[in-house]
């Protein structure tokens, strides 16, 4: 059985062909092919036969990877208060005096301060107390097994099944999140095997038991993806007019002296800073929450995972740490995102005619540009945000759309947009 064999059977599961999904022996043949390519990858025979040999099909994975991780089913308020919470923003100050020497060293070395790697520790870990308690092998071939990111989640089975082949994992270790990551900064097997250094000499990259480990395999990896040492993440700024929102975008970056023009200034209304590379405008509250620009190194924290929410909140628990004060933007009184609030939403959007794949109330890169193409019709502020006001214009735009239709037997199958 193929990978393409494997993305078929698993697409009729979710498709509802019951009697594929239920077959005994349906996950065992997907587990024969993934040790095939563990074969064909040169890991030894007997290394295949002890790694494999525990692992089970965990269908709470899957639950977890259709639920959404939180950056992405939050409000970016509700996310940002429970990831620099105050318990957790004092906590890591602390831990910061106390690994100050190491995390200097570091930085020395590879460029990264210490306020990020501490940062990272505190979100992927609250600071090394949780780790998850899935065991690896098990995540890593559910997801292999699964559609949806079936060659991406086997190329990680194979490097961690590598890995122990190589003496670098023991699978009693192997436990972490339900996708896979582990030790204290949740690093992917294969971030792990190209990335992890010993810093502590001792003869095993130890990810879970070793901070200087996993401290300096954090800042290589940043280093490696780019990060530029002496310069920052990005920062808040504020805006002169509200239809500069229109232009913003993680993947829309201009010139600074482009965004001066348009009246984008630091918070204290002094000019931004003079910078030879594009940057992005970010505004994920909104028209009424906080706006930054991110510079390239924000780039590099959203290599580490990818979501905008989560990158900024590595950068402003960094900024905290190192002493700077909290958002010049105000939080408003109900911070919280409805999925089913997403779901509607993106139900409109689908009945207006925009190319919207699943009904899943995540608002990821294809639902935002929906809504901003439907904001720029319908003369509301282009910001890409899921609020309720844009929920009330999209059910009387779907309302006079399905009623004009009705009335119009010669009304095409696209419904018109506002």
Known sequence: ?????????????????????????????CLGDLRAQARQAGIRPETVSTAFASIRQRPDVIQTDRGGQSEFVSSFWDYLQRSISPTRLQNGQALLEQHRP???????????????????????????????????????????????????????LIDAVAMIDEGRLDVAD?????????????????????YAVDYDRDGRIDLWRSLPDAFASA????????????DRWGEEVRLSDASVLGYAGYKEPKPIAQWSQLGVRRVDATPLPDRATPVALLAPGGAS?????????????????ASTSYALAVGLLADRLAGAPALHA?????TRYRRADGREMQAHLKTLGYPIARLDGVVGAESRAAIRDFQRRSGLPIDGEPDEALLHALRAATGQAVSSSTTDASQPERLPIP
């Open 330 to 334: 105000q939080a408003p009184r109900v």
């Open 174 to 194: 192997l436990r972490g999140s339900w996708a896979g990551a582990m030790g204290h900064t949740q690093f992917m097997p294969t971030t792990m095997r190209h």
């Open 102 to 156: 190491l995390l200097a060293r570091i930085h020395e070395e590879y460029g990264v301060p210490p306020e990020y790697l501490v940062a990272f520790w505190g979100l992927e870990t609250n600071f090394g107390n949780y780790f998850g308690d899935i065991p690896t092998l098990d995540a890593l071939a559910t997801l292999a097994c699964d559609a949806r990111r079936s060659r991406m989640f086997s190329r990680q």
């Open 289 to 305: 929450g906080p706006v930054f620009v991110t510079y390239p190194n924000f780039r590099v924290i959203m290599r580490w995972n």
């Open 1 to 29: 059985m193929n990978k393409r064999s494997i993305a078929r059977w698993v697409g009729l599961c979710l498709v509802g062909a019951a009697s594929v999904c239920s077959a005994a022996g349906s996950f065992d043949t």
């Open 219 to 230: 800042a290589n990896y940043l280093s490696r993806m780019g990060w530029r040492s002496g």
